[in-house]
């Protein structure tokens, strides 16, 4: 199993960013997959998991109205699109996949570092 994920960087305050996680290893579309990150000094935190179709989304509320999750099964990717960024939201993203369609992950990418500043 492997998930590599891309697309962060600098944003400014109110900007936006996507996110990609690319999944190889599985049967992607056979699982949920989540996006997970951690900000500096703090624990693990789950933003949101989406189902093996895509028809199912959920979110934290600190990311509710402002992240889109979506997936593509033909390219066994996901994203993460991240709008009115706020600098709370500065973290280390990770997409992980779900086993059990509930949020316990199994396997989580390396990371890809997102920073929300002016």
């Known amino acids: 199993v492997q998930l590599v994920e891309s697309g962060g960087g600098l944003v400014q305050p109110g900007g936006s960013l996507r996110l990609s996680c690319a999944a190889s290893?599985?049967?992607?579309?056979?699982?949920?997959m989540s996006w997970v990150r951690q900000a500096p000094g703090k624990g693990l935190e789950w933003v949101s998991s989406?189902?093996?179709?895509?028809?199912?989304?959920h979110y934290a509320g600190s990311v509710k109205g402002r992240f889109t999750i979506s997936r593509d099964n033909a390219k066994n990717t996901v994203y993460l699109q991240m709008s009115s960024l706020k600098p709370e939201d500065t973290a280390l993203y990770y997409c992980?996949?779900?086993?059990?369609?509930?949020?316990?992950?199994?396997?989580w990418g390396q990371g890809t570092r997102v920073t929300v500043s002016s």
């Open positions: 992980a996949r779900d086993i059990d369609g509930l949020g316990l992950n199994d396997y």
């Open positions: 290893g599985f049967t992607f579309s056979n699982f949920y």
């Open positions: 989406i189902s093996t179709g895509g028809f199912r989304t």
